[in-house]
């Protein structure tokens, strides 16, 4: 079964990879600032990455070690962005 999205600007697609490959980010924040639920997000991430890149993205949300999802999540984690992370522009970290 196919999941309808809506079309996104490109730079909604790049906020949404993003917070993807952010652990830190749980899909529940991706669905209240987007809409879309994570099988969706799974959907934009297989149609906008390379395969071995979503393969590895993949494998890393559902190790037992990600934190995509509130339930799972450690309570000490009240942050949703890591201070240490560098802004990412149109998926590539910035040089500055």
């Given at each position: 079964m196919k999941l309808e999205t809506k079309q996104f600007t490109e730079r909604e697609l790049d906020r949404i990879i993003e917070m993807a490959w952010e652990d830190r980010t749980p899909f529940e924040a991706?669905?209240?600032?987007?809409?879309?639920?994570?099988?969706?997000?799974i959907q934009v991430m297989r149609g906008?990455?390379?395969e071995s890149s979503f393969?590895?993205?993949?494998?890393?949300?559902h190790?037992?070690?990600?934190?995509?999802?509130?339930?799972?999540?450690?309570?000490?984690?009240t942050r949703f962005k890591c201070s240490r992370q560098k802004a990412i522009s149109g998926n590539r970290i910035s040089k500055r």
């Open positions: 991706i669905e209240f600032q987007f809409g879309l639920a994570e099988k969706q997000v906008n990455l390379k393969k590895r993205w993949r494998k890393r949300v190790s037992g070690v990600s934190q995509k999802h509130l339930k799972k999540r450690n309570p000490g984690i």
